[in-house]
């Protein structure tokens, strides 16, 4: 947990200041509950914690493709 904000609150920000930035979203909390507002967003990529480094490489290179 990041100790100012929560990531989707960041996200938002990042959004407002940068609306095409790609974003790839990690999280430990259940992803359905927070799905549908981060496609919302624009983010396309979300990873489940834990994640294998494969799948973060792979996230990464899927937003710079």
Do not use: F
């Amino acid at each position: 947990m990041m100790p100012v904000m929560d990531g989707m609150a960041l996200i938002r920000h990042l959004r407002t200041q940068a609306p095409t930035l790609k974003i790839v979203a990690m999280t430990g909390l259940e992803p359905n509950e927070q799905r549908a507002e981060l496609r919302s967003l624009g983010v396309k990529e979300i990873l489940m914690k834990p994640y294998l480094p494969q799948a973060l490489l792979e996230a990464v290179a899927t937003e710079l493709a």
